[in-house]
């Protein structure tokens, strides 16, 4: 099981990114997807959950703005960024909740991180 992230980059303030991470290989369940972000010097912290059902949850910080959505036949999640501020310049990270297989306890799972940077 592999989590590929894509789709970051430059942008200026004020503009959009979309993140997408797609998970690779066979897998039972998916579970909880979600995004990080580790900002430059700081601790990772919660971006935005989401359920298999659809339920999302957004971290005060970019509630308004950002957008998790996700693709349960391509086992793909996506994150909409909008109205980006400078402080939202991080790394961000994919994050997956699944089991590999019928029988296998589910457990985290992280892709590579993407650059996120908002110039002012």
């Known amino acids: 099981v592999q989590l590929q992230a894509s789709g970051g980059g430059l942008v200026q303030a004020g503009g959009s990114l979309r993140l997408s991470c797609a998970v690779s290989g066979y897998v039972f369940q998916v579970n909880f997807m979600g995004w990080y972000r580790q900002p430059p010097g700081k601790q990772r912290e919660l971006v935005a959950t989401?359920?298999?059902?659809?339920?999302?949850n957004y971290a005060d910080s970019v509630k308004g703005r950002f957008t998790i959505s996700r693709d349960n036949s391509k086992n793909t999640q996506y994150l909409q960024m909008d109205s980006l501020r400078p402080e939202d310049t991080a790394v961000y990270y994919c994050n997956v909740n699944l089991s590999p297989s019928f029988g296998m306890a589910p457990r985290d799972y992280w892709g590579e991180g993407t650059q996120v940077t908002v110039s002012s």
């Open positions: 989401i359920t298999s059902g659809g339920q999302s």
